[in-house]
């Protein structure tokens, strides 16, 4: 199967991602403006303009719903203050189905406040995070088992997004790999991608996905030494894609090894969402049938898009056929629209 029939076929799929569901608030602020505190002496950072995003699962989501995909859901959890109601609404003007959200007082929304000045359009100040640092009730969990064994049945694949780095908080516990791996089990024909900032080595059935860093730090709290295959193992996973920036994606599968080169680009805009954009388009690819290294090139297209934008930003179905066509035509001198159904990239 080609990339060109790949894309083509993303608008037949229906996708569903759990775990940490984040809001990304991006704040403008002029450094003109900046003046001492009457009440402090601090100087105020003054924010003139805001935009805000779903991040976290809620990048995987929104490169979804850029894909063209039939139906993009997310299942995690918010408060049901003002952050809360933001992501909503952030999901909501993207097409995402945000109704299987759990919204609870006892929730803390991980939200990620990122500043942006004006003049010279970089990020130079401090982070302000809000993140649940403290352990939420326990039923709050049970539901999001109780959520995703009623509606996972709807769905081709199932994207896991396990971002939280605090030890409490995330919505990815044990008791919800457990649920996913029993799925696993019960339906193999269902993609369940994995991505696991902190916990890889946790995780049971799945297609796991993480970066260089990540593999190693996993490896390490497993069994002491960085063996990419012992871990694949160590997990059970069907498919383990290790990504490495610009270096081949290393895909490691029962009984072999395939080095995946990536597409190159040339000055890189913001590397911020690369991962979740592979992580998009390449798991969409497997939902679709494809092979490892058919999957791992569509997801290093997608990735190659995203980074020429700045902030976590998406790769539509149209950017990705245009991007494929350009490279097609790169190749082989023909006219840009030639040859899409036979040619791989």
């Given at each position: 199967?080609?990339?060109?029939?790949?894309l083509?076929?993303f608008?037949?799929?229906?996708?569903?991602?759990?775990?940490?569901?984040?809001?990304?608030?991006?704040?403008?602020?002029?450094?003109?403006?900046?003046?001492?505190?009457?009440?402090?002496?601090?100087?105020?950072?003054?924010?003139?303009?805001?935009?805000?995003?779903?991040?976290?699962?809620?990048?995987?989501?929104?490169?979804?719903?850029?894909?063209?995909?039939?139906?993009?859901?997310?299942?995690?959890?918010?408060?049901?203050?003002?952050?809360?109601?933001?992501?909503?609404?952030?999901?909501?003007?993207?097409?995402?189905?945000?109704?299987?959200?759990?919204?609870?007082p006892?929730?803390?929304?991980?939200?990620?406040?990122?500043?942006?000045?004006?003049?010279?359009?970089?990020?130079?100040?401090?982070?302000?995070?809000?993140?649940?640092?403290?352990?939420?009730?326990?039923?709050?969990?049970?539901?999001?088992?109780?959520?995703?064994?009623?509606?996972?049945?709807r769905?081709?694949?199932?994207?896991?997004?396990?971002?939280?780095?605090?030890?409490?908080?995330?919505?990815?516990?044990?008791a919800?790999?457990?649920?996913?791996?029993?799925?696993?089990?019960?339906?193999?024909?269902?993609?369940?991608?994995?991505?696991?900032?902190?916990?890889?080595?946790?995780?049971?059935?799945?297609?796991?996905?993480?970066?260089?860093?990540?593999?190693?730090?996993?490896?390490?709290?497993a069994?002491?030494?960085?063996?990419?295959?012992?871990?694949?193992?160590?997990?059970?996973?069907?498919?383990?894609?290790?990504?490495?920036?610009?270096?081949?994606?290393?895909?490691?599968?029962?009984?072999?090894?395939?080095?995946?080169?990536?597409?190159?680009?040339?000055?890189?805009?913001?590397?911020?969402?690369?991962?979740?954009?592979?992580?998009?388009?390449?798991?969409?690819?497997?939902?679709?049938?494809?092979?490892?290294?058919?999957?791992?090139?569509?997801g290093?297209?997608?990735?190659?898009?995203?980074?020429?934008?700045?902030?976590?930003?998406?790769a539509?179905?149209?950017?990705?056929?245009?991007?494929?066509?350009?490279?097609?035509?790169?190749?082989?001198?023909?006219?840009?629209?030639?040859?899409?159904?036979?040619?791989?990239?």
């Amino acid at each position: 199967m080609t990339t060109g029939d790949l894309l083509l076929s993303f608008g037949r799929l229906r996708a569903l991602v759990v775990g940490d569901i984040c809001l990304d608030r991006w704040c403008t602020y002029d450094p003109a403006l900046s003046e001492p505190s009457r009440e402090t002496g601090l100087d105020r950072i003054a924010v003139i303009a805001e935009e805000q995003t779903a991040g976290g699962g809620g990048t995987v989501a929104n490169n979804l719903a850029a894909m063209r995909l039939a139906h993009v859901a997310v299942l995690g959890l918010a408060d049901d203050r003002g952050h809360g109601a933001d992501l909503l609404h952030a999901l909501e003007s993207r097409g995402i189905d945000a109704a299987a959200m759990l919204r609870s007082p006892s929730v803390r929304t991980f939200t990620y406040t990122k500043l942006l000045n004006a003049r010279t359009g970089a990020e130079d100040r401090p982070r302000i995070d809000f993140i649940q640092a403290s352990p939420m009730p326990a039923s709050l969990y049970l539901q999001i088992v109780d959520r995703l064994n009623e509606i996972h049945r709807r769905f081709d694949l199932i994207f896991v997004a396990d971002q939280a780095e605090t030890e409490t908080g995330g919505v990815i516990t044990e008791a919800v790999r457990l649920a996913l791996a029993g799925i696993a089990r019960e339906f193999p024909e269902k993609i369940i991608w994995a991505d696991s900032r902190m916990r890889a080595e946790l995780f049971r059935n799945v297609t796991l996905k993480v970066n260089q860093a990540e593999a190693d730090a996993a490896c390490r709290r497993a069994f002491a030494e960085v063996h990419y295959e012992r871990l694949r193992c160590w997990v059970g996973a069907r498919r383990l894609f290790v990504t490495r920036s610009s270096d081949p994606t290393i895909v490691h599968e029962e009984g072999r090894v395939v080095l995946v080169p990536v597409r190159r680009v040339e000055n890189p805009v913001d590397i911020c969402g690369a991962g979740d954009a592979f992580s998009s388009g390449a798991a969409c690819a497997l939902a679709l049938g494809a092979s490892s290294e058919e999957a791992a090139k569509v997801g290093s297209l997608a990735a190659s898009v995203t980074i020429m934008k700045h902030g976590t930003g998406t790769a539509s179905l149209e950017e990705l056929e245009h991007s494929l066509a350009g490279e097609l035509s790169s190749r082989t001198g023909a006219n840009p629209q030639a040859g899409q159904g036979g040619e791989r990239l």
